[in-house]
């Protein structure tokens, strides 16, 4: 079964410092996302992306946060100066379409420690 | 408004009982609400959705139950077992944009 695969799995940094999350997600998918969920707390949407660009973002997405699919096949997430409140579970995820009856396929997440 | 308020926080169910989870919505234009559930360490994984347009979807021991005019939806799981427990998110989709509105959690533990 195809699945949204995501690394690393445990990613701890200093504050500060700049992270990338990577995802590979299912390959004849064309809507990608990133999700984050800070431990206890509900799934919170980041960014959607499409045809090579941001489509929708929240306001948690803010200047620190970048995604890019640099070579077709990877989808990936950077933090320029992670902060410690950006300590959480991050989910890439994925879907064919767009809409209603769409399923977003998640992967199993990285969790990132900023120290 | 966006939110999407989940109840209860944590469920203790025997094996063989009825669990239900409850979720309410405020925003009229969503217009697709899946459930998702969610293994430790695991990402969530779609259990079964519903469209506003019918009141009841049933798959297997999983059944929704969505009342339009309340803004309200339900998950049941009938005849639960130990491996159902995880932790179930209800969602909501459409109000503009591709964004899921995840609720915030229930932790379920079917107990022998």
């Known amino acids: 079964e195809p699945e949204v695969t995501q690394t690393p799995s445990h990613q701890v940094t200093q504050m500060g410092q700049e992270v990338i999350l990577r995802c590979v997600p299912i390959?004849?998918?064309?809507?990608f996302y990133w999700y984050r969920q800070i431990l206890g707390q509900k799934v919170e949407f980041l960014v959607s992306?499409?045809?090579?660009?941001?489509?929708?973002k929240s306001e948690i997405f803010d200047d620190q946060f970048s995604v890019e699919r640099p070579d077709g096949s990877n989808f990936t997430l950077k933090i320029r100066s992670t902060k410690l409140e950006d300590s959480a579970m991050y989910f890439c995820?994925?879907?064919?379409?767009?809409?209603?009856?769409?399923?977003?396929?998640f992967g199993q997440g990285t969790r990132l420690t900023v120290v | 408004q966006q939110q999407v308020k989940q109840s209860p926080q944590s469920l203790i169910v025997q094996k063989g009982g009825i669990s239900i989870i409850n979720c309410a919505y405020e925003n009229t234009a969503f217009d697709y609400f899946p459930w998702y559930q969610q293994f430790p360490g695991k990402g969530p994984a779609l259990l079964i959705a519903?469209?506003?347009?019918?009141s009841e979807k049933k798959e297997g021991r999983f059944t929704i139950s969505f009342n339009k005019s309340a803004k309200q939806f339900s998950l049941h799981i009938m005849d639960s077992q130990p491996g159902d427990s995880a932790t179930y998110f209800c969602?909501?989709?459409?109000?503009?944009?591709?964004?899921?509105?995840f609720g915030t959690g229930t932790q379920l533990k079917v107990e022998l």
């Open positions: 969602a909501a989709l459409g109000g503009g944009g591709n964004k899921l509105t």
């Open positions: 519903i469209r506003p347009d019918v």
């Open positions: 390959s004849n998918h064309l809507y």
């Open positions: 995820a994925s879907s064919a379409q767009q809409g209603a009856n769409t399923e977003a396929f």
């Open positions: 992306f499409y045809n090579n660009e941001i489509s929708e």
